[in-house]
Nanobody, 127 residues
Framework: QVQLVESGGGSVQPGGSLRLSCTASGFILDHFGIGWFRQVPGKEREWVSCLSSQGGHTTYADFVKGRFTMSRDIAKNTVDLQMNNLNTGDTGAYYC????????????????????WGQGTQVTVSS
């Protein structure tokens, strides 16, 4: 069964850090580009960051650049999102997703390019 599962969400104070993980089962995650998105109630899902297949290229939304970092652990079949210096605007449900195109060398920044999605993990930043 092809599946993605996010973990690592939680509640932190502004300035704190969290590390999210996206774990794949049923397929080799390194063969696909991965995107992280987030969503708050009443708003559309927004793209946060992406990593092309086989670790070639990462791109970050301006509002997380310099604070968030994506990385792969091929042995664990996971992609992590290290989030530092969190602020209240980072609150939301975070989702990982795989690119519809296998072995894509480009990093996709819009949701229509992704097909397999996880169930999401909640991140809450508040004082």
């Amino acid at each position: 069964q092809v599946q993605l599962v996010e973990s690592g969400g939680g509640s932190v104070q502004p300035g704190g850090s969290l590390r999210l993980s996206c774990t794949a089962s049923g397929f080799i995650l390194d063969h696909f580009g991965i995107g992280w998105f987030r969503q708050v109630p009443g708003k559309e899902r927004e793209w946060v960051s992406c990593l092309s297949s086989q670790g070639g290229h990462t791109t970050y939304a301006d509002f997380v650049k310099g604070r968030f970092t994506m990385s792969r652990d091929i042995a664990k079949n996971t992609v992590d999102l290290q989030m530092n210096n969190l602020n209240t605007g980072d609150t939301g449900a975070y989702y990982c997703a795989t690119d519809v195109e296998m072995f894509s060398r480009t990093c996709k920044t819009t949701a229509e390019h992704y097909d397999v999605w996880g169930q999401g993990t909640q991140v809450t930043v508040s004082s």
